[in-house]
C-alpha cells in the first residue's frame, strides 16, 4: 500500500525553537506539498517541491522554509516558531503528470507555546 | 488565482437520506481538474471522487456523484443513502492540466449523519 508519512502525529514546541516536520512518500513521485489546514480556512499551502533541490513557494511561506535533499523525503522548517504557527500540518505527494490528486499523510498538529 | 468557495461550514443529513455538498471555483483556464476529498477523524485526507474538465459526463463512484456544472463554475457532491461512516469534513479542490499542477482547496463542509 502507498504512503506518505508524517514523522510525528502530535508535535508540542516552545516560542523561538527550531521545528522540523518530515515527510517520506514510497511512491517515487516527482511533487511534494507542505499544507497548514486551519479551521474555516481550508487548506493553504506553503511550499511545494517538483524535484529534488527544488521548491517554491505556496500562498503563505512566510516563517517557513524547506528542504528536499532526496526524492523521497520533503521537511518542513519553521526556523523560530511563533504562536501563530499552531496548526494542523499536512504533507502530501503526487505525480508530475497526470489527472489524479494527492496522496496525503496523516498530519501533524502542531501546538507552539 | 484559481479560487474555490464551498459555501455550507456544516450539513447534517439523516442515514440513508440524500445530501449535497456545494461548491463554486474561480477560474480562467479551460482544462482542469476537480475533486472532493474526505477527511474523517482520523485526519487522512481520502480521495472521494475527481472530474476532468474536458468530459461532460459526470463523475459517480458508488453512492458519490458529482454534477458538474462547467459554464457556472459549479462542482457539487451528492452523497446517496448516507452512513453513518460518511461523517467527516469535505474538501473541495481545483488542480490546473497545467504548471505546478498544486491542488487548490476550498474551506471544507463538516458533514454529520444522524442516526
Redesign the interface.
Known amino acids: 500500500d502507498v504512503k506518505v508519512t508524517q514523522s510525528s502525529r502530535y508535535l508540542v514546541k516552545r516560542t523561538g525553537e527550531k521545528v522540523f516536520l518530515e515527510c517520506v512518500q514510497d511512491m517515487d513521485h516527482e511533487n511534494m506539498f507542505w499544507y497548514r489546514q486551519d479551521p474555516g480556512l481550508g487548506l493553504r499551502l506553503i511550499y511545494f517541491s517538483y524535484d529534488v533541490k527544488m521548491k517554491e513557494k505556496g500562498d503563505i511561506p512566510e516563517g517557513y522554509s524547506v528542504s528536499r535533499e532526496k526524492k523521497e523525503r520533503f521537511s518542513l522548517i519553521l526556523e523560530s516558531a511563533s504562536t501563530n504557527q499552531t496548526s494542523m500540518y499536512l504533507c502530501a505527494s503526487s505525480l508530475y503528470l497526470g489527472a489524479y490528486g494527492y496522496t496525503f499523510g496523516s498530519g501533524t498538529r502542531l501546538t507552539v507555546v | 488565482a484559481q479560487t ?1 468557495t ?1 459555501s455550507q ?1 456544516e450539513m447534517s443529513v439523516q442515514e440513508a437520506e440524500t445530501v449535497t455538498l456545494s461548491c463554486t471555483y474561480d477560474t480562467s483556464e479551460s482544462d482542469y ?1 476537480l ?1 472532493w ?1 474526505k477527511q474523517p477523524p ?4 481520502i ?1 472521494v471522487i ?1 472530474q ?1 474538465a474536458y468530459k461532460q459526463q459526470n463523475a459517480t463512484e458508488n453512492r458519490f456523484s458529482v454534477n458538474f456544472q462547467k459554464a457556472a463554475k459549479s462542482f457539487s457532491l451528492k452523497i446517496s443513502d448516507s452512513q453513518l461512516g460518511d461523517a467527516a469534513m469535505y ?1 473541495c ?1 481545483y ?1 490546473s ?1 497545467e504548471g ?9 463542509t463538516r458533514l454529520t449523519i444522524n442516526p
Open positions: 474555490v464551498q461550514p481538474y475533486f476529498y482520523s485526519r487522512q485526507m480521495l475527481r476532468e474538501f479542490a488542480r492540466a505546478a499542477q498544486k491542488l487548490v482547496f476550498g474551506q471544507g
